[in-house]
């Protein structure tokens, strides 16, 4: 009887053990990714933030988990996309915006946050500085708001005899103000006149071009906004319809047909947020990371597009390039 009792146990425990073992094993941990702009423009960021994750030992679907949510260049609806991946207590936000970073900072000082930004993280809030940031938030920044100044200096090398200049403005930008007062300094101190449009919609880009066209402006410096960056294409045929040289930071903006780019590698900042993130994932503190700056700055030019726009861009200009596409 004892031993009937013995093997009907041990074969109930054969039974349970499967159970018992599966219901131990961890949860695989969950990247909540929120970005302003959609998912076609920004591919390629996409797939250099996943090699920097699998750089660190982590590979979506295999032990990682990761919940997009884009806004399309809405940036009223990041307060929402964001609320919902602070109640399914993702494991780290990857916040790969500055409209992002700054709705994922305000919705969780509990959750992990890693951002990717064109500015200073410090000035907009994200951290107390960048070599110790505190709290539960760190990054990569490009910088590309600070340089917002040598690309008017490219607009002049590029277009010399023109003393009229234009600046596109999304003035929904958190770095609006200090990119048109920045722009403005670079301008005065080349002694040059720069005309400041604001753009938050398509009508209102072909409104802003068609008055940049009117003020016979020599060039048009394009500020640093996803709500551009989803319209590079747009942009770029706009500028060439109204025969308006355009100088951006973001370099699809040559690659869709613009004539130059100046600004931080944004491909090298997804992928080494990706590190971050993943390296969070491994039990580091955001805290313990400090900021990191994309070490480049590049420029890209489009000598087909100058051709078009009966530009000739000085040789100079031209050894300085990352990239000229011909």
Same mark, same amino acid.
């Given at each position: 009887?004892?031993?009937?009792?013995?093997?009907?146990?041990?074969?109930?425990?054969?039974?349970?053990?499967?159970?018992?073992?599966?219901?131990?094993?961890?949860?695989?941990?969950?990247?909540?990714?929120?970005?302003?702009?959609?998912?076609?423009?920004?591919?390629?960021?996409?797939?250099?933030?996943?090699?920097?994750?699998?750089?660190?030992?982590?590979?979506?679907?295999?032990?990682?988990?990761?919940?997009?949510?884009?806004?399309?260049?809405?940036?009223?609806?990041?307060?929402?996309?964001?609320?919902?991946?602070?109640?399914?207590?993702?494991?780290?936000?990857?916040? &790969?915006?500055?409209?992002?970073?700054?709705?994922?900072?305000?919705?969780? &000082?509990?959750?992990? @946050?890693?951002?990717?930004?064109?500015?200073?993280?410090?000035?907009?809030?994200?951290?107390?500085?960048?070599?110790?940031?505190?709290?539960?938030?760190?990054?990569? &920044?490009?910088?590309?708001?600070? #340089?917002?100044?040598?690309?008017?200096?490219?607009?002049?090398?590029?277009?010399?005899?023109?003393?009229?200049?234009?600046?596109?403005?999304?003035?929904?930008?958190?770095?609006?103000?200090?990119?048109?007062?920045?722009?403005?300094?670079?301008?005065?101190?080349?002694?040059?006149?720069?005309?400041?449009?604001?753009?938050?919609?398509?009508?209102?880009?072909?409104?802003?071009?068609?008055?940049?066209?009117?003020?016979?402006?020599?060039?048009?410096? @394009?500020?640093?906004?996803?709500?551009?960056?989803?319209?590079?294409?747009?942009?770029?045929?706009?500028?060439?319809?109204?025969? @308006?040289?355009?100088?951006?930071?973001?370099?699809?903006?040559?690659?869709?047909?613009?004539?130059?780019?100046?600004?931080?590698?944004? &491909?090298?900042?997804?992928?080494?947020?990706?590190?971050?993130?993943?390296?969070?994932?491994?039990?580091?503190?955001?805290?313990?990371?400090?900021?990191?700056?994309?070490?480049? @700055?590049?420029?890209?030019?489009?000598?087909?597009?100058?051709?078009?726009?009966?530009?000739?861009?000085?040789?100079?200009?031209?050894?300085?390039?990352?990239? #000229?596409?011909?």
């Amino acid at each position: 009887m004892r031993r009937r009792e013995f093997i009907r146990l041990l074969g109930s425990a054969a039974i349970a053990w499967p159970f018992g073992a599966h219901a131990q094993q961890p949860a695989m941990p969950v990247i909540g990714f929120l970005n302003s702009g959609s998912p076609d423009t920004f591919a390629h960021l996409v797939r250099a933030f996943l090699q920097g994750l699998k750089e660190a030992g982590y590979v979506d679907g295999q032990n990682v988990a990761i919940e997009y949510r884009w806004a399309n260049g809405q940036y009223d609806r990041l307060t929402t996309l964001v609320d919902d991946l602070v109640r399914r207590r993702v494991s780290v936000i990857a916040a &790969t915006s500055t409209p992002a970073n700054l709705v994922a900072k305000a919705a969780t &000082t509990t959750i992990p @946050i890693v951002f990717t930004t064109g500015g200073d993280p410090v000035q907009l809030g994200l951290v107390a500085s960048l070599s110790r940031p505190g709290g539960n938030v760190t990054g990569v &920044t490009q910088m590309n708001a600070e #340089v917002a100044p040598k690309r008017v200096e490219l607009a002049h090398e590029l277009v010399p005899q023109a003393s009229v200049f234009g600046l596109l403005i999304n003035p929904t930008n958190p770095f609006a103000e200090n990119v048109t007062r920045d722009s403005q300094a670079a301008a005065l101190k080349l002694g040059l006149q720069l005309n400041a449009q604001h753009a938050t919609t398509d009508a209102e880009l072909d409104k802003a071009f068609t008055a940049f066209r009117e003020m016979h402006v020599g060039a048009v410096v @394009i500020g640093t906004d996803v709500f551009f960056n989803n319209r590079v294409e747009q942009l770029a045929a706009l500028a060439i319809r109204n025969s @308006i040289p355009a100088v951006y930071d973001y370099h699809q903006f040559v690659a869709a047909g613009g004539l130059a780019s100046y600004g931080g590698s944004v &491909t090298d900042s997804y992928r080494l947020a990706g590190g971050y993130v993943g390296r969070i994932l491994k039990g580091e503190k955001p805290a313990d990371l400090p900021v990191q700056q994309a070490s480049k @700055i590049e420029l890209l030019l489009n000598l087909k597009t100058a051709k078009t726009l009966g530009i000739t861009v000085p040789q100079s200009v031209q050894n300085r390039a990352d990239e #000229v596409i011909e």
